[in-house]
């Protein structure tokens, strides 16, 4: 990992938040999309129909199928299109709900997720007079297939410093729902952050539930079983871990349960969900959570729609960065007075020598840009 290894500056307090979310920009080759007239975006609009499968998270996962789902909702709103959905509770679920997304004529259909990529495979192949894009898998090179990417390491970079600056008993934890590659990424940035904390500052703050440069750690298998969830924190809190990062989507909140137990008993747990705000989407114990590694992926998914409509479609991926405001790290929100005076400034500082390129983050799932 390059980086400076100067000290950063002590601020005087925090702000509200890390990084606000810019306008997103499409990565790739090709010009941004040509401005339509409002009126006439509306009218192309309302001839098209705009769809979306999730996977078995389901919609209301408060996580990356809800916050693309929340895409399409405000391109119905902004654009004027016609919108479906299909949610799936399992992995059969896949290729009947595509289907029949397809067959009922979607002009775009948005799968979420990296585990429906062979199905958007067959379907894009099978159909390609439809347009497709696919959140969270860059696997797919066909003409008619638009990736929706993320480097989420750069923001859960942020996200292991300030868990180790933030930590009082020196052990934090991260454990995975499925060991691909759209959950270790999130796991090698939080052990990376981790580590230059350390470098920066004389500390030893331990992580466990992943060892990055094995590539192995623990894992609860599947996105559903919460009470796994809540079984693997407590573990965690047991061996002395007192900042949590599920990357498991509603597994999560077993995450939250258990730390909302192990705090009304006495303990200081606290939470760092991920892709969205937990804070605003978790709906029980945000007082604990820390912060949250953002994928914008609504802000995405409503553009991609939007060049769709206008005619634009392209297949090159889109790839969310700090730069562009793909990613962030949330605000503090209840817990900021709980973290170092100085730490937004050095989070600040962190995340402009992560676009610079003196801070690379490194990971193996991260996209090709």
């Not at 100067?6 to 920009?25: C, E, H, I, N, W």
């Not at 002395?240 to 498991?248: F, R």
């Not at 790839?319 to 400034?345: I, K, M, R, S, Y």
Request: aromatic share 8%; net charge negative.
């Amino acid at each position: 990992m390059k980086n400076s290894l100067r000290k950063f500056p002590r601020g005087t307090g925090l702000s509200a938040t890390v990084l606000g979310a810019s306008a997103l920009v499409l990565s790739g080759c090709g010009a941004p999309p040509a401005e339509d007239a409002p009126d006439a975006t509306a009218a192309a609009g309302s001839d098209y129909l705009g769809c979306i499968v999730s996977d078995s998270g389901g919609f209301d996962d408060r996580s990356f199928n809800q916050s693309s789902y929340e895409g399409l909702k405000q391109a119905e709103a902004d654009l004027g299109i016609e919108i479906n959905q299909a949610e799936s509770q399992a992995e059969t679920d896949f290729g009947p709900n595509v289907d029949s997304m397809v067959q009922g004529g979607c002009d775009m259909t948005i799968t979420v997720g990296f585990l429906l990529a062979d199905t958007t495979k067959a379907a894009a192949e099978a159909n390609p007079d439809a347009n497709f894009a696919i959140v969270d898998d860059n696997s797919i090179d066909l003409p008619n297939v638009k990736p929706i990417i993320y480097d989420t390491a750069q923001a859960a970079f942020l996200a292991g410093y300030a868990a180790a600056a933030t930590s009082e008993t020196g052990k934090v934890a991260t454990y995975g729902g499925i060991n691909i590659p759209t959950v270790t990424i999130f796991m090698d940035g939080f052990a990376d952050g981790i580590a230059y904390y350390n470098e920066q500052n004389g500390a030893e703050v331990e992580l466990l539930g992943w060892d990055k440069e094995a590539q192995n750690g623990t894992f609860i298998g599947n996105f559903n079983d919460q009470g796994a969830g809540k079984t693997n924190t407590q573990n965690f809190i047991n061996e002395g871990a007192d900042v949590i990062m599920p990357v498991a989507g509603p597994v999560g909140l077993g995450t939250l349960d258990a730390v909302i137990e192990a705090n009304a008993a006495g303990g200081n747990a606290r939470v760092v969900w991920v892709d969205s705000d937990g804070y605003e989407t978790a709906g029980k114990g945000e007082e604990f959570i820390l912060t949250s590694v953002m994928k914008l992926m609504g802000d995405a998914v409503e553009e991609v729609i939007k060049t769709d409509v206008e005619g634009n479609f392209d297949n090159a991926p889109y790839v969310g960065t700090l730069e562009n405001g793909g990613v962030a790290l949330a605000p503090f929100h209840d817990q900021e007075a709980n973290v170092p005076e100085d730490l937004q400034a050095q989070l600040d500082e962190i995340t402009e020598q992560i676009i610079s390129g003196d801070i690379t983050v490194e990971s193996g799932a991260s996209p090709q840009q």
